[in-house]
T-cell receptor, first 116, second 109 residues
Framework: GAVVSQHPSWVICKSGTSVKIECRSL??????MFWYRQFPKQSLMLMAT?????????EQGVEKDKFLINHASLTLSTLTVTSAHPEDSSFYIC????????????FGPGTRLTVL | QKEVEQNSGPLSVPEGAIASLNCTYS??????FFWYRQYSGKSPELIMS????GDKEDGRFTAQLNKASQYVSLLIRDSQPSDSATYLC?????????FGKGTMLLVSP
């Protein structure tokens, strides 16, 4: 149980293009999904929290116009990196939390983005 | 600002030994505590959750929580080389989790 998938697992794109990453909860309904970014040898950095049907809440310093988050259903959230630049190259990981009282987050396998 | 502190390591133990990983947190109202394991290049994987003071055991893993001392630990018995990874401590109290930077564990054969 509690399986979260991400697609694609890796992507290489040219500078200036946009990239969409999908996060799906496969066997539970995720009322809340989180998007993290992790640079090599660094800790996880929370970018934003999204609740189904609501606008995402972005952490300080994260540009909401650059990182567009949509959580249109209880099983799907998407992160779009708009006008990507080489400094956006990172490991993007989503997590999902189901209905209930615990804070347990289940992570997707991550998407490695390389911007040339 | 909520903080979760972990020793970055690496913590080196021989195969079969007990590995002890520690974590302290700053927010006294934290209610939920988690240990995640992250292999290099992979995403975190949930190992244990603990909510009450005391010990919680699951197989070779034991999580220990002391809210008065704001301290949570993870013990790994009979450590195996496959346990070599970075262990992340995460603390929750509201809607989000605060992660520590992780402790790298190296188990030598």
């Amino acid at each position: 149980g509690a399986v979260v998938s991400q697609h694609p697992s890796w992507v290489i794109c040219k500078s200036g293009t946009s990239v969409k990453i999908e996060c799906r909860s496969l066997d539970f309904q995720a009322t809340t999904m989180f998007w993290y970014r992790q640079f090599p040898k660094q800790s996880l950095m929370l970018m934003a929290t999204s609740n189904e049907g609501s606008k995402a809440t972005y952490e300080q310093g994260v540009e909401k116009d650059k990182f567009l988050i949509n959580h249109a259903s209880l099983t799907l959230s998407t992160l779009t990196v708009t006008s990507a630049h080489p400094e956006d190259s990172s490991f993007y990981i989503c997590s999902a939390r189901g209905q209930g009282s615990t804070d347990t987050q289940y992570f997707g396998p991550g998407t490695r983005l390389t911007v040339l | 600002q909520k903080e979760v502190e972990q020793n970055s390591g690496p913590l080196s133990v021989p195969e079969g030994a007990i590995a002890s990983l520690n974590c302290t947190y700053s927010d006294r109202v934290s209610q939920s505590f988690f240990w995640y394991r992250q292999y290099s290049g992979k995403s975190p994987e949930l190992i244990m959750s603990i909510y009450s003071n005391g010990d919680k055991e699951d197989g070779r893993f034991t999580a220990q929580l002391n809210k008065a001392s704001q301290y949570v630990s993870l013990l790994i018995r009979d450590s195996q080389p496959s346990d070599s990874a970075t262990y992340l401590c995460a603390v929750g109290g509201y809607s989000t989790l605060t992660f520590g930077k992780g402790t790298m564990l190296l188990v030598s054969p």
